[in-house]
């Protein structure tokens, strides 16, 4: 019971401070977990990155619902899953309803302004530390910088991971079949049922693979195209949403299900985009802790794990542009890399620090 109480004060803490996305999320969870509490190794972190990275679902939530299980037990997978989403939701939850209301989707925007450089520092300090683990060989440095480039030519996610998994199989694996010597190769819709909500959300958290950001090509193609529930403005406002509040990604789910259907539409729509992930983990979860037991998977893991810093290199630079603005953010997001780097403090403090120094700033 102790872990549990241990495993929900973590959970609802980073779903609560986790401005930033996916990146942000992992960033706090090695902190939380590895750093200070010892939960995991750095290894294990990085293979249930990986893993959870080529699954369907929203990555952070699977990390999140995986390392509440390897700590507490089948009662923490649901804890832990569930203070993880909950803050974010409810936040959504009153941004949806100020928007609907009042047609506006501004509050908190102002804080971003200083807790976004920060939270670029924290994750960039993850980065390099998971780094260290993860890229160990000179070819697994040259994959992590393919993977660099696919993103920014927009390769889907998915072939970025799996492709890097079987290139270093390939690797591992060609001294067994290749020749040996120098020649080897704003308004609302209403009317739309909770359980047609319910199913498009609980379809879209079964098929979608990669970050949250990818959900908004699946909400483009089928809320605004297909079923006509947003107009393209509305999904926009979703999506920033999404993006300007703490915890996963996928909340932005929360908020369109407000829309089309009220309160109890935001409800289950959150409840749907996020059971499979809860599954899925239930299900696949115990694999991790034995994918380093033979050559093979191993091999697979450690391609798609320096996939995995590829990615989070990329994303970091993406949001790193949108972030650092001006010389004071770029200090921020610079102090906040260098106090990880040197002290580890509690993540939290710097968070703070960031949104003061940001209000301070726009008020000023």
């Known amino acids: 019971m102790a872990h549990l109480g241990e495993v929900a004060g973590v959970f609802l803490k980073i779903g609560t401070l986790g401005f930033g996305g996916p990146a ?28 959870t990275s080529v699954i369907p679902g929203p990555g952070s939530t699977q990390m999140a619902i995986y390392l509440a299980r390897r700590r507490a037990g089948w009662p923490g997978l649901f804890v832990g899953g569930a203070c993880f989403i909950l803050p974010a939701m409810c936040i959504v939850l009153a941004l949806a309803w100020a928007y609907v209301e009042y047609g506006t989707t501004e509050v908190g925007r102002g804080l971003l302004y200083g807790i976004t450089p920060v939270v670029i520092g924290i994750i960039a300090d993850a980065v390099l530390g998971l780094g260290r683990v993860a890229i160990t060989r000179l070819h697994l440095l040259l994959l992590a910088a393919l993977v660099v480039v696919g993103f920014a030519l927009d390769v889907n996610v998915l072939v970025l991971l799996l492709g890097a998994g079987a290139l270093e199989l390939l690797a591992r694996t060609a001294h067994r079949w290749l020749p040996q010597g120098p020649s080897a190769l704003v308004p609302v819709v209403a009317g739309v049922a909770l359980w ?20 908004v090509a699946f ?35 929360t908020f369109v299900g407000y829309l089309v259907a009220g309160f109890w539409g935001g409800v289950v729509a959150t409840i749907g985009i996020f059971l499979p992930s809860f599954v899925l983990v239930a299900a696949f979860g115990w694999l991790i802790p034995l994918l380093r037991r033979t050559h ?3 091999a697979v893991m450690d391609g ?15 949001l790193g542009s949108t972030a650092v603005v001006d010389l004071l953010t770029g200090m921020l997001a610079v102090g906040a890399f260098l106090v990880m780097a040197v002290r580890k403090p509690n993540f939290a403090w710097l968070i703070l620090a960031g949104a003061i120094i940001g209000v301070v700033h726009t008020l000023a």
């Open 196 to 215: 047609d909500v319910f199913k498009e959300f609980l379809k879209l958290g079964a098929v979608i693979f990669g970050s949250g950001y990818v959900l």
């Open 24 to 51: 942000a999320h992992v960033a706090m969870m090695r902190d939380e977990v590895v750093v200070k509490r010892e939960w995991v190794d750095e290894q294990e972190f990085l293979d249930a990155l990986g893993a």
């Open 304 to 318: 798609i794990n320096a996939a995995v810093i590829g990615l989070m290199v990329a994303v970091t630079a993406e």
């Open 219 to 253: 909400l483009q193609g089928d809320l605004v195209e297909r079923l006509h529930w947003l107009t393209p403005q509305q999904l926009v406002d979703a999506v920033s949403v999404g993006q300007i509040t703490p915890g996963p990604v996928f909340t932005t789910a």
């Open 296 to 298: 093979w998977t191993a």
